[in-house]
């Protein structure tokens, strides 16, 4: 945690390719510019436009994440390795990922700046395949058909098989991801403090293949037979070179480190106000007939 001014001196940031995002930099700009500290920009996956000069995570105090939770996820990625934490700044609607709207981002620069912020950490999946190939997945990782044709993927834990699934495939999500395509699918939603690999099947024809939460000290094994149409995977919904049959997948602690503020928004409070879970119809009926005033659908910003 940094806790003097002295230690905070240069800035990193990914942007989001097409939001507009120039006013966020300008008051980063102006902020740092006060502050004696510098601003470079991250290569990242996805920046199709240049605001900085280009620096290296690791030449960075912080890293600044402008746009969406795609945007924090690329910054988390490019921090991992060098241990560099990242502040999700929302310019759009606030995500899972986000800390600040983008209009308080110099508001949030002062508190990190004077140490009033906690480090996150974020774990990954190690994903491996072949020999000596691999890679990290913050949020999930899909095995998905390609074209026509389904995909029969089996599924082992610790050596055990748990189910041979045919169809669009499977989902493997981190809890942290598990709001994403795992709960679009019909899969489980684990909430802060619980951790485990949330393994979910999409779109099976046939058979049983309840969603599957595996222990962190655990190891996936993923069997994919593609159909004719063959098979595709995506790690953080970005396509992903994985060319394996046989894919492992085991649990990695700490792997990268989000910036919390002081009086965010609850995880699963987000899930309510964007709308992903939403109260059953009937309660919304019996607090109008005892006239209770039902919940906000808009709470307030997080600072």
Known sequence: MMDRMSTFGRLGVVVHPTRHVERVLADIGAWASA?????GQIAAPGQ????????????????LAIGGDGTALAALHAGAASSRPVLGVACGSVGALMSVAGDRVAWALEQIAAGRWTPVDVPGLDVGWDEGHGAVAINDLVVIRDGAG?????????????????????????????????????????????????????????GSCPPLVAATGSHLTVTV??????????????????????LTIGWRSGYATLVSLAGEEPRLTGLRRRGLVLDSPRTLVRDARRGEAAEPSEPGRSP
């Open 35 to 39: 502050h004696g500290v510098t601003v």
């Open 48 to 63: 199709m436009r240049r605001v900085a000069d280009p620096v290296e995570a690791e030449a960075c105090d912080l890293l």
């Open 150 to 206: 389904q995909v029969i993927v089996s599924v082992s834990v610790d050596g055990v098989l748990y189910a041979r699934v045919a169809g669009d495939g499977l989902v493997v999500a981190t809890p942290l991801g598990c709001s994403a395509y795992t709960m679009a699918a019909g899969g489980p939603i684990l909430a802060p403090g619980a951790e485990g690999m949330a393994v979910t099947p999409l779109a099976p024809h046939g």
């Open 225 to 246: 037979e593609p159909g004719h149409g063959g098979v595709r995977h995506e790690i953080d919904g970005r396509p992903n070179a994985i060319d394996g049959r046989v």
